[in-house]
Nanobody, 127 residues
Framework: QVLLVESGGGSVQAGGSLRLSCAPS????????AGWFRQAPGKEREFVAA????????DYAEFAKGRFTISRDNAKNTVYLQMNSLKPEDTALYSC????????????????????WGQGTQVSVSS
C-alpha cells in the first residue's frame, strides 16, 4: 500500500516558520497533483494549498496566501509547504495528499481529488 509520509511539524511561537515535507513511503508513483490539508481539533478538514505536478500551477486557501508556499521536487517526488508568519490559529494536524489518478473531476482544493493520504504532522503555534 502506498502511503505518504509527512515531516517537519513541530511547535513554534507566533511569527515563526516551519517547512513541511511529504514523500511516498514506498516506491515512487505518478502524481497529477499534490495538496496540503489541515484539521484542527473540533473542526472540519480544510484545504491549505495544492500544486499540479506537471505544470507547477499552485492554488492556495485565502488564509495561506502571502504566508505559505507550496512547491515540489520532481526528482525526489516530494512536496513541500513552507509556512511563514505562523499564527496560533494555524495550529492543526497537517496532512498531504496525492492525486495519482488524474481524473480531474474535482478541483485541487477538494479533498475528493486525492486518493493517497498521509497520516499528518502536528503543527502547534503558541502566542
Amino acid at each position: 500500500q502506498v502511503l505518504l509520509v509527512e515531516s517537519g511539524g513541530g511547535s513554534v511561537q507566533a511569527g515563526g516558520s516551519l517547512r513541511l515535507s511529504c514523500a511516498p513511503s514506498g516506491r515512487p508513483f505518478g502524481t497529477y497533483a499534490a495538496g496540503w490539508f489541515r484539521q484542527a481539533p473540533g473542526k472540519e478538514r480544510e484545504f491549505v494549498a495544492a500544486v499540479k505536478w506537471r505544470t507547477g500551477t499552485t492554488d492556495y486557501a485565502e488564509f495561506a496566501k502571502g504566508r505559505f508556499t507550496i512547491s515540489r521536487d520532481n526528482a525526489k517526488n516530494t512536496v513541500y509547504l513552507q509556512m511563514n508568519s505562523l499564527k496560533p490559529e494555524d495550529t492543526a494536524l497537517y496532512s498531504c495528499a496525492a492525486d495519482t489518478r488524474g481524473t480531474r473531476v474535482y478541483s485541487t482544493s477538494d479533498g475528493r481529488s486525492y486518493d493517497v493520504w498521509g497520516q499528518g504532522t502536528q503543527v502547534s503555534v503558541s502566542s
